[in-house]
């Protein structure tokens, strides 16, 4: 679990755009959660925790006061996620996630990488079985047990937990973000998350070697250029 979610991390980070994609992309989604939840930090739950993730990757206040007030503004554009699905180059499967306002746009734009790396854009669910939806936490700690203990006692269902190297790992369902985070914080009110968001994890991992990861790597950037896209998931490995 823990090595296959870094292997993600660290092929994102080499293909990551520059600071004004990642500005926009939680502008965005700042501005979609805000939109449908309220603008108040303390009474919307799922924009607390995306704006305390937007500081903790140092995304300007100004950028997060704008997308707020464009939400309160009741105006602007009309956001709806989106899920797309395929095979990358070095056969690695991949979830690309948007946000967008024009899905023919953004469906041909995403189309037209996947023609350009020679890879394979699928159709729905033809990926996605081999991903698991969860929330999941990263923390520092060593006492599995007593974490797990606080979540069963708060009636969480827990998918999976793990320690390695100091860190604790919790995954769980995504409906059971806040109620897990709730707990977790009530066991140590000084708990600092590394990573708290709901992601896609790979079920298997898929080899990614030799000229096909210079392949893998255009595509990935490629993609995370586009302006509608939040997030790349894959299974593939760098050795």
């Known amino acids: 679990?823990?090595?296959?979610?870094?292997?993600?991390?660290?092929?994102?980070?080499?293909?990551?755009?520059?600071?004004?994609?990642?500005?926009?992309?939680?502008?965005r989604e700042i501005y979609v959660t805000a939109k449908a939840g309220g603008t108040d930090p303390s009474g919307n739950l799922a924009l607390r925790s995306l704006i305390d993730r937007a500081k903790k990757d140092q995304v300007p206040s100004h950028v997060i006061e704008k997308a707020l007030d464009k939400a309160s503004g009741g105006t602007g554009e009309d956001f709806q996620p989106a899920l797309y699905e395929g095979i990358a180059p070095g056969?690695?499967?991949?979830?690309?996630?948007?946000?967008?306002?024009?899905?023919?746009?953004?469906?041909?734009?995403?189309r037209g990488v996947f023609s350009k790396c020679k890879a394979k854009l699928g159709t729905q669910g033809s990926v996605s079985h081999m991903f698991d939806?969860?929330?999941?936490?990263?923390?520092?700690?060593?006492?599995?047990?007593?974490?797990?203990?606080?979540?069963?006692?708060?009636?969480?269902?827990?998918?999976?937990?793990?320690?390695?190297?100091?860190?604790?790992?919790?995954?769980?369902?995504?409906?059971?973000?806040f109620?897990?985070?709730?707990?977790?914080?009530?066991?140590?009110?000084?708990?600092?998350?590394?990573?708290?968001?709901?992601?896609?994890?790979?079920?298997?991992?898929?080899?990614?070697?030799?000229d096909d990861v210079e392949q893998f790597e255009r595509f990935a950037g490629l993609i995370n250029d586009l302006e509608d896209v939040q997030e790349i998931y894959h299974n593939g490995s760098f050795e």
């Not at 823990?2 to 994609?21: D, P």
């Not at 306002?101 to 734009?109: K, L, M, P, Q, Y």
């Not at 998918?159 to 973000?177: A, H, K, N, Q």
């Open 179 to 210: 109620k897990t985070k709730t707990a977790l914080q009530e066991m140590n009110a000084d708990i600092d998350f590394e990573v708290e968001e709901i992601t896609y994890l790979p079920t298997m991992e898929h080899p990614i070697t030799g």
């Open 91 to 110: 056969g690695a499967m991949v979830l690309i996630s948007a946000l967008t306002d024009n899905a023919n746009r953004t469906f041909g734009e995403i």
């Open 133 to 177: 939806h969860r929330a999941m936490f990263v923390f520092a700690g060593d006492d599995e047990e007593a974490a797990l203990e606080a979540l069963m006692m708060a009636d969480v269902d827990v998918s999976d937990i793990e320690c390695e190297d100091g860190m604790i790992t919790v995954l769980v369902p995504p409906t059971e973000f």
């Open 1 to 27: 679990m823990g090595r296959a979610y870094q292997n993600r991390k660290e092929s994102m980070a080499k293909t990551a755009a520059a600071k004004t994609k990642v500005y926009s992309k939680y502008g």
